[in-house]
């Protein structure tokens, strides 16, 4: 439901600030006191097109946002953009829907802080409110807000029934795209076993490792500088332990330096330790002398066994690029092949299994869709009957309304069915449909006897506009009781001039209009019980300090 409107610089409107309760909300005012601007206010966080010169005189903008506190599942069930609202609904608690309006005519759409489309602010708008005002049928006049009614009036087992058949849709659906993904692969098949078991082959023949690979690069590395590394070794060897008389290494220096220490040794402790560790260091440097000088007569230059790598790292590196450019993405397409061999290979076996899976399913869809049309003619008279009534009761005695089911174009998620509602609101009129039909205060109408009827499904919160229009006497006191009732199952907000359907709210808003310094200006406020007592002797078209008129707004309050 909304928890918060606020409207700053729309219109006359300077400022403003709904706090709306649960249930029945009203808003009532002098007619041109702008009670029009919030309404027009919420139609912009829906992603309507703001009205001409709709920012307040000397304002650069104007600004409206709505906060929504709505369950999770109110956004189940859809695309991206619900996704993303569900996520920031998640997060914060609530959504906030809000817009920008320039004095350029531009605007911006905003989600919980976040720059979005115009369209997405649209799209979640849709799943939040019900906007029901005079010149507004898309709505209630869209097949499928009319097959949705007709459902929800046949009840829960009818609904489930009817999830079953969304559900077993889309398996009909994944069932048609796997027999067809199949059969395409059929009239490929023999050219696709063909690669596959090329590049099977290919790969399976160069038996491709890591480790294998790794060892050839380092063993290439060295035999194409097998005379430097030799050199290095040999380098290495000589400084320190020289072969070469005329040469004078480190062990030699060693030797000389340990025939000085020899002549001292024991005489300082200190010097001795150092003495040990000098000692070991000559050892050691002999040691690794020998071993570098091992290493370079090991190494040998050998062009066949460079040639023989070469040609094998050549292997690796054409199916490598080929398959992935590395050893896993290679051994795992190989995987894939294998895989995709054995699919291909038992073609005819899985098509038929497919062709099987595919008709059950279209059966028992079809079988769902025949109970689902059954129901739906046996509930569209019952539903014409009762929203009759309704009507009758709402200032309309010669309605007549017609529910027609007939069968879709196509099949789909919510059966075989379509539904269209048509309506002759005076005598000797054959039923239109309702698009056609159905005049603003009409469709209004209809749709309050319907939600009357069939409640309003998951749409928190429900808008009507000059529902009243010329409604008056004890219609008035049906309106009234009708919009209660929804106020049960849904928020309402509803614009009105019936002090009956007034006394009924929850919380009370009235709009008035000033002129200061040759400005008009609308206020808001939201009115406690006794000034809730005084707005309902005005609208009685009596002055606020009425004994009688006082005694009959209150009586309206305890009779509702």
């Not at 309507?48 to 599942?73: H, I, K, N, T, Y």
């Not at 062009?303 to 398959?323: F, G, M, N, T």
């Not at 309605?399 to 027609?404: D, N, S």
Request: charged share 30%; hydrophobic share 45%.
């Amino acid at each position: 439901m909304i928890t918060l409107l606020r409207i700053e610089n729309l219109m006359l409107v300077e400022r403003a600030e709904l706090e709306l309760a649960p249930g029945l909300n009203v808003v009532t005012g002098e007619s041109g006191a702008g009670k029009s601007i919030l309404l027009h206010g919420l139609e912009l966080v829906l992603g309507v097109r703001p009205r001409r010169d709709c920012v307040r005189s000397g304002a650069r903008e104007a600004w409206v946002e709505a906060a929504f506190a709505v369950p999770d599942e109110v956004l189940a069930d859809g695309d991206e953009v619900l996704e993303r609202a569900r996520a920031a609904l998640a997060d914060q608690g609530e959504l906030i829907l809000a817009r920008r309006v320039g004095d350029d005519g531009r605007t911006r759409a905003y989600l919980n802080g976040r720059l979005v489309p115009v369209s997405e602010l649209r799209a979640v708008g849709e799943r939040l409110i019900a906007f029901v005002a005079q010149h507004e049928h898309r709505r209630l006049a869209a097949p499928r807000a009319q097959l949705d009614l007709l459902d929800r009036y046949a009840g829960r087992d009818h609904l489930a029934l009817r999830r079953r058949a969304s559900e077993l849709y889309a398996e009909l659906r994944a069932a048609r795209e796997r027999l067809a993904e199949l059969a395409a692969s059929a009239a490929t098949r023999a050219r696709e076993i063909d690669l596959l078991r090329f590049e099977l082959d290919e790969i399976e023949q160069l038996a491709p490792s890591a480790e294998e690979e790794r060892q050839l690069r380092t063993e290439r590395e060295r035999l194409r500088r097998a005379g430097e590394l030799q050199a290095a070794a040999v380098a290495c060897a000589s400084a320190l332990a020289s072969e070469d008389a005329d040469n004078v290494g480190l062990r030699e220096l060693a030797g000389a330096a340990e025939h000085l220490a020899a002549a001292v040794r024991g005489s300082d402790p200190e010097l001795d330790a150092l003495l040990e560790r000098f000692t070991a260091l000559a050892i050691e440097a002999q040691d690794l002398a020998g071993e570098l000088r091992r290493y370079a007569s090991a190494i040998e230059s050998d062009p066949a066994r460079l040639e023989q790598i070469e040609s094998r790292l050549a292997d690796y590196e054409r199916v490598l690029r080929k398959h992935g450019g590395s050893v896993e993405a290679a051994l795992a397409h190989a995987e894939h092949c294998r895989r995709r061999l054995e699919e291909l290979e038992s073609l005819d076996e899985s098509l038929g299994a497919a062709e099987r899976a595919l008709a059950d399913r279209e059966r028992r869809f079809e079988e769902l869709c025949a109970q689902l049309s059954a129901r739906r003619a046996a509930c569209a008279a019952e539903l014409a009957a009762a929203v009759e009534s309704e009507l009758h009761a709402l200032a309309l005695p010669e309605a007549r309304f017609v529910v027609g089911v007939g069968a879709a174009r196509e099949p789909g998620p919510t059966g075989s069915d379509e539904v269209e509602f048509a309506l002759a609101a005076n005598p000797g009129m054959p039923p239109a449909a309702l698009r056609d039909a159905a005049s603003g205060g009409e469709l209004a109408r209809v749709t309050l006897a319907l939600a009357a009827v069939a409640g309003v499904g998951s749409i928190p919160t429900v808008v009507f506009d000059e529902i009243d229009a010329g409604v008056g006497g004890h219609t008035a006191h049906a309106v009234g009781e009708r919009l209660a009732r929804v106020a049960t199952q849904a928020q309402v907000l509803c614009v009105t001039h019936l002090p009956q359907v007034a006394a009924r709210a929850d919380a009370h808003f009235r709009v008035s209009k000033q002129v200061t310094a040759g400005r008009a200006v609308s206020h808001v406020e939201t009115l406690a019980d006794e000034e809730v007592v005084g707005e309902l002797c005005r609208m009685l078209g009596a002055e606020a300090g009425d004994r009688g008129a006082r005694d009959h707004a209150q009586a309206l309050r305890r009779a509702a």
